[in-house]
């Protein structure tokens, strides 16, 4: 089974941009996706990409976040700019194995990263 590794978190100020990374043991060509939680929040979507290269942004992020795939590297990368104090949560890369399209609910993701940290201050 793959293993997801991220990595890019930290804390800075609103406004802000950060690059997000998840490393992957192994090449998948399975969607891959980036959800988030805060504290006492359910985990949420936040933008994934198919095994067509289709992507997908929750509304809350679209046109400020960007979800990136290099297959060759197996990295899922996302560029985070104009960072809110609400975007501040732990983010998760996921795989969606056996399948070829984006879902929004967390429980159709099979493998998950331990996520990164971002803080964003205001």
């Known amino acids: 089974q793959v293993q997801l590794v991220e990595s890019g978190g930290g804390l800075v100020q609103a406004g802000d941009s950060l690059r997000l990374s998840c490393a992957a043991s192994?090449?998948?060509?399975?969607?891959m996706g980036w959800f988030r939680q805060a504290p006492g929040k359910e985990r949420e979507f936040v933008a994934a990409?198919?095994?067509?290269?289709?992507?997908s942004y929750s509304n809350s992020v679209k046109g400020r976040f960007t979800i990136l795939r290099d297959k060759d590297k197996n990295t899922l990368m996302m560029q985070m700019m104009g960072l809110k104090p609400a975007d501040t949560a732990v983010y998760h890369c996921?795989?969606?194995?056996?399948?070829?399209?984006?879902?929004?609910?967390?429980?159709?993701?099979?493998?998950w990263g331990r996520g990164t940290q971002v803080t964003v201050s205001s």
């Open positions: 990409i198919d095994c067509h290269g289709t992507t």
């Open positions: 192994v090449r998948t060509l399975f969607p």
């Open positions: 996921a795989v969606r194995s056996g399948s070829c399209t984006i879902s929004y609910f967390s429980t159709s993701w099979d493998t």
